[in-house]
């Protein structure tokens, strides 16, 4: 026990067997696998078939880290995972193959939906729906940390409703004091739009959301033909001699019937959330100071289609110079004819009517939103 390096030992039946004494074992390992000595050049290889290289951690009370350095051919460079003593997974990692920052704490949760968001990813039209606000509708403890990716559905949000959308949930808890106390943000991101809220934790109780905010984006707005934003969709301009579509009023049509007659078949009336106020559905182009330059009737069929009808406004209440005077067509002598105070007459050249209507459940865009949503559950329960 006291000698170094290699010595001979003479066993019981008379053969000598070189062995190494504790000494020399000590020098061998000096230095192996010390994460304090950065200047150690020994690496610890251990491999397995096919291809991987595998590292298991083990405590004494069973429970395993494990890490696997996986083929080229796999998008993901390695993953790590947390298992209990009976080998159950409870958790995992997977580490892409690009330079990045890994988030931590439940940072990927995928549910089956967001139904039970209770209106933050509807926030705008629930409102408008039902009164609702959306304020304190949920717990900020319930959401995991990082993405949350998963399905909105339009099933509660009113009968003929088109609101189905899709999105991704960025949670992040801003600070946390020693007393227990934490702010929390979120920003929910879907193919209409963006809503946000906070949430604020006291020490002694769970935390509660304050009144979300939705961000108005190209997806969610119109520029009307007055050059002013307005909430949006489906959108349908109403031009003298043909119509503009958005994404979702895609399949509209529209029937000129006659001077300031105009028929616009395959919607259900006009959008039913009342955001363009009481009477719901129209913007009138203006002139520079304001005035209505025409002025509009309809009549909403039962089938749903809207006929409208357009009259010169001349604003004769104005002084002359200030009304609208508008050209008809000109005389065999070349003089102007301008229509009469509200003559009938087609939508101004170069300006248009816009219109906010409701689509039908069979809509292109209905029916669309309707087969994505099928397909993403689809995947969804298979990579369940």
Known sequence: MTETGVIDIKLPDGTVRKTRTEA?????????????????????????????????????????????????????????????????????????????????????????????????????????????????????????????????????YGAGSSDTEYGALLTARGWQDPNGASAQGQLLITNVSIYGRTAYKNADNK????????????????????????AASPIIKVFADHIEL????????????????????????FNADGAWGINNGFVIPQDHNGKNMVLIDYDVKPDGDIEVFVFHQQNADMPERFQNKRIKHVDEEGEPVYFENYEPCDVPESRWIDMRVEMPPNSIYNLKQAEAERLAKEAAEKQA
């Not at 990082?146 to 399905?151: L, P």
């Not at 935390?207 to 307005?230: E, H, I, M, R």
């Not at 895609?250 to 009336?269: A, D, N």
């Open 24 to 156: 020399e074992r000590d020098k061998l390992l000096d230095g192996k696998l010390n994460t304090t000595r950065p200047e150690a050049k020994e690496v610890l290889k251990i491999t397995s078939s096919g291809g991987y290289a595998g590292l298991i951690l083990e405590r004494n009370d069973g429970f395993r880290l494990s890490f696997e350095s996986l083929p080229a051919e796999y998008t993901s460079s390695g993953v790590f995972y947390c298992r209990d003593k009976d080998g159950k997974t409870i958790s995992t990692f997977f580490l892409p193959t690009k330079s990045g920052t890994i988030l931590t704490d439940q940072s990927y949760y995928k549910p089956t939906g967001f139904e039970g968001y209770n209106g933050f990813a509807h926030y705008g039209r629930m409102e408008a729906r039902s009164g609702k606000v959306g304020a304190n509708v949920s717990i900020a403890d319930d959401f995991p940390v990082g993405v949350t990716a998963g399905i909105t559905t339009a099933k509660d």
């Open 246 to 269: 958005n994404e979702e009023s895609e399949g509209v049509e529209m029937k000129h019937l006659g001077v300031g007659h105009y028929l616009i078949k395959g919607v259900v009336g």
């Open 207 to 230: 935390s509660q959301f304050y009144v979300p905010w939705k961000a108005y984006t190209d997806k969610n707005t119109t520029k009307d033909s007055n050059g002013n934003l307005k």
